[in-house]
């Protein structure tokens, strides 16, 4: 074995991949985690996390991704700062290669790789991204104090985006594309009793415009999804959330998926069609998609892991 060669590789250091490595780590396997593109995932763009099992008070998810990630390491997982870039599963050892050029060798692999924001892909839209258009209001909101934005999306994130934002800006309006909100009731309760919002509903985002050099957005034209009327809004910032898409363009043609290229794993099971490839977190779950299930998965994923390492030494 090579110093690149190893019994298990996680990709991903969200709470699947963390999860995955501390338990991975506890049965001895010294796992090697790749950190990707966004360490921690989702939760390191989200500000107060108050449904994560533990803690009485309100967590901060940067906080708590960082407390996994150190538990990871104090047990004994090798953290490696980059993103995979190409990997062949079905090789024997499965091969990963980092953008570094780097290659690793494993036995066994855990895909943790999570989803990424969605977006609407209207060509104005893409235009603006980076200069009023953002999908992270954590990220980007504080550049909107005392300006008006608006969000599109009707689920928990477009949700807690809208009040997230309140902190900052002078009026939020959410757009949704129907007449009633998909996100939980208690966010819905704080969204309607937030002054601040204002909710327009059964529209989209049709168009972005603003000014050219430099970039700004200016207004917003929305579309009713009943009568197809346009409306013409005076916005300084659009923060879209509509949803996430899975992170799996590296493993198309080697993993069976939906149609929505989430990665397909048996039932009740995180494994995978290749044999010693499993997949935790929302890189497989559409369903689910909270922070405190991919990091169930990810126990699954390690455990499996553990238990196909051990049956193949025996045959060995
Ligand atoms: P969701 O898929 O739940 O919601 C996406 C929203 O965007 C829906 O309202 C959908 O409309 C709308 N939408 C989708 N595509 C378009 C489009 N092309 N144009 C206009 N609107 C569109 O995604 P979220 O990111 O909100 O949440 C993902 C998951 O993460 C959920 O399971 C959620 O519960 C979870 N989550 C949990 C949090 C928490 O527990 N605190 C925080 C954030 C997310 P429609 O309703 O019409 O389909």
Redesign the pocket.
């Known amino acids: 074995m090579n110093k690149n060669h190893h019994k298990l590789i996680i990709l991903g250091s969200g709470p699947a991949g963390c999860t995955a490595a501390i338990y991975a780590a506890r049965a001895g396997l010294n796992p090697v985690l790749i950190r990707g593109m966004e360490p921690g995932g989702q939760l390191t763009i989200?500000t107060d996390?108050?449904?994560y099992p533990g803690f009485e008070k309100t967590v901060q998810g940067p906080w708590l991704m960082e407390q996994m990630e150190k538990q990871a390491l104090s047990v004994g997982t090798i953290l490696i700062n980059g993103t995979v870039v190409k990997c062949d599963l079905k090789s024997n050892p499965i091969k990963c290669i980092l953008d570094n050029g780097e290659e690793y060798y494993s036995e066994t692999c855990i895909i943790a790789t999570g989803a990424s924001?969605?977006w609407?892909n209207i060509p104005t839209e893409t235009k603006f991204r980076g200069f009023g258009v953002s999908a992270c209001a954590t990220c980007d909101g504080f550049f909107y104090r005392n300006k008006e934005v608006i969000v599109?999306?009707?689920?928990?994130?477009?949700?807690?985006e809208a009040l997230f934002l309140t902190n900052f800006a002078s009026k939020v309006t959410l757009i949704?594309?129907?007449n009633t909100?998909?996100?939980?009731k208690i966010?819905q309760d704080r969204l309607f009793n937030n002054s601040k919002i204002n909710i327009i509903w059964d529209h989209?985002?049709e168009e972005v415009l603003g000014e050219e050099s430099p970039l700004i957005v200016k207004h917003a034209i929305i579309k009713s999804t009943i009568d197809s009327n346009l409306t013409k809004l005076d916005v300084d910032g659009i923060f879209i959330?509509?949803?996430?898409d899975p992170n799996t363009k590296l493993f198309i043609n080697q993993l069976t998926m939906d149609k929505e290229n989430y990665i397909l794993t048996e039932s009740d099971s995180t494994k995978t069609n290749i044999d010693g490839v499993y997949a935790a977190g929302d890189v497989q779950d559409k369903?689910?998609?909270?922070a405190v299930t991919a990091a169930g998965h990810g126990c699954m994923a390690a455990l499996e892991a553990e238990k196909f390492l051990s049956l193949k030494l025996k045959t060995l």
């Open positions: 989200t996390v108050d449904n924001a969605r609407l599109v999306g009707g689920g928990n994130t477009a949700v807690e949704h594309r129907k909100l998909r996100a939980e966010l989209i985002l959330a509509i949803g996430h369903i689910y998609r909270q």
